[in-house]
């Protein structure tokens, strides 16, 4: 039996643009757009062309799309007005997209009140604006705004909204939950309901996220006939975000309950791409990206108890619901004090160290790595300083550098002007390259002066630290007072879009700070295969 179509309707640059805290350059919007492009989704909402200079830029060169849709977003027009006599719509209908998607009220407590007309007048203004984006060559679609609120209070009303709309001849009428408070088990039933009234090849589903649930939502209207699901990347969006297409697109693609009878315009190869597509997003907003995230995250497919562990290396499916290289992602084995083993090992292995399972050594590092924990490390969040440790123990880590000893002072002082500052200055001794270096850095704080006074001193013997930079610091107190033990975690990435952590525990922050930096520079060096500068490795 012929499978049944399932159209992505991707509104990261719209949407997403709402999301607290991000604001998308031109540049920005079209690497997303490109890469939204080359995963195979269908429709890509780049904005709202007229609303704001960087979607009127975006709009005026756009990126060429081989795959996608291009779609611009917009409001129905205003009462009283027609559709070549509103600015708003105009801008819309002739950005050059391939398709639109006007946005109009299907509530009808939003109509009289937000908007103050009648309920014939916004019937009329969205059955018009769609007539309008058609008979331009647009392939249109309505936005059917606070859809399942309006169908609880008047579902009839509801439905003229959409039938306005398919009159005009919308090819999609997308019904919104804007203010994400419907359940999955209502959303099914009123998808459901429609579906009597229009046909389910012409029905999406806009969902958000402000009760968790708009994953479930999504896909409970897909379930009861929905043939369109918008969302986002990460689930960006305004308030507590939107569909998490990087949850929808799996989860249809890969569970029988929707692969058995949908498919999408996305290939397996395609797939694959999906955690590199979440990266990219991150990236681009200078973020750290979330660990936790389904699928895509760097702990969906991460073990940490050894029975767990013993498990996954007889048969991953014992404890993974896919396989991670199908999403684009990987399988992690934690390391912590409640690993065994099987946890060591399979650590090991997957760093590529290869070491005789009845080997005494690792019996050593489990304990070590046990100790340590207890002392406040934490190895299962931070898995570079974990394989430096174990190749240290193994004599595969080679003295790129050693540094003597070093000072960090933090000065507050006038300065000419007269303005208060806090300048931070660190003074480092190192032998490297076989010379004794004295180097100085500055910096906003007394860890970044550290870090600048520690490159300084690498400058010219090390080409693989040009691209080092450390992305995210966190710091934790493990307990109470002044005199508290610190436990410093390093996020580190390179042009390559490798991250990885490192961690340093001291009752000195600064001792913590450095030893996390020094883990960080040394695990850049031995994973870029660097030599250790020719002088040092002479003596």
Known sequence: MAKERLY?????????????????????????????????????????PGANPTDTAFFANPPKLHRSKLVAFGMTKRAGRSVS??????????????????????????????LGISLEENLISIRESIEGGVERGREAMFDAEHFFDGYRDNPE??????????????????????????????????????VKHVPKEKIGIHAHNDTENAVANSLAAIAAGARQVQGTLNGLGERCGNANMMSVIPSVM??????????????????????????????LLNRAPNRHQAYVGDSAFAHKGGLHVSAVQKDPKTYEHIEPGVVGNRRHVLVSDQAGRSNILARLEEAGIEVAPDDPRVARLLETVKQREFEGYSYDGAEASFELMARRALGQVPDYFKVDRFRVLVERRYNARGQLITVSEATVKMVAGGQEKLT????????????????????????????????DYKVR???????????????????????WFTVGVSPNIVEASFDALHDSITYKLYRDGARVAPQLAAE
């Open 254 to 283: 890969l569970k029988p309950s929707y692969a058995q009878h949908l498919e999408t315009g996305i290939s397996q190869a395609g797939l694959r791409q999906l955690t590199p597509t979440s990266r990219l997003l991150d990236e």
């Open 8 to 48: 992505l309707f991707d509104t990261t640059l719209r949407d997403g643009a709402q999301t607290r805290g991000v604001d998308f350059s031109v540049e920005d919007k079209r690497n997303i757009a490109e890469a939204l492009d080359h995963l195979g989704i269908d429709y890509i909402e780049g904005g709202w």
């Open 440 to 471: 100085v850095g500055e910096g906003n704080g007394p860890v970044n002066a550290l870090d600048m006074a520690l490159r300084d001193g690498l400058v010219g013997l090390y080409d693989e630290l040009g691209d080092l930079r450390l992305v």
């Open 157 to 194: 009303y509801a439905l003229a909204c959409l039938k306005a709309a398919l009159d005009g001849g919308a090819r999609w009428v997308v019904l919104c939950d804007t203010n994400g408070g419907t359940l999955p088990v209502d959303v099914q039933r009123i998808v459901g309901e429609v």
């Open 85 to 114: 006599n509103d600015p708003g719509l105009s801008e819309v209908l002739n950005a050059g997209s391939d398709a639109i998607c006007l946005v109009g009220k299907a509530w009808d407590f939003h109509v009289e009140l937000a």
């Open 477 to 499: 107190i493990l307990n109470g007072g002044t005199e508290a033990v610190t436990r410093v975690l390093i996020e580190s990435a390179d042009a390559s879009g490798e991250r």
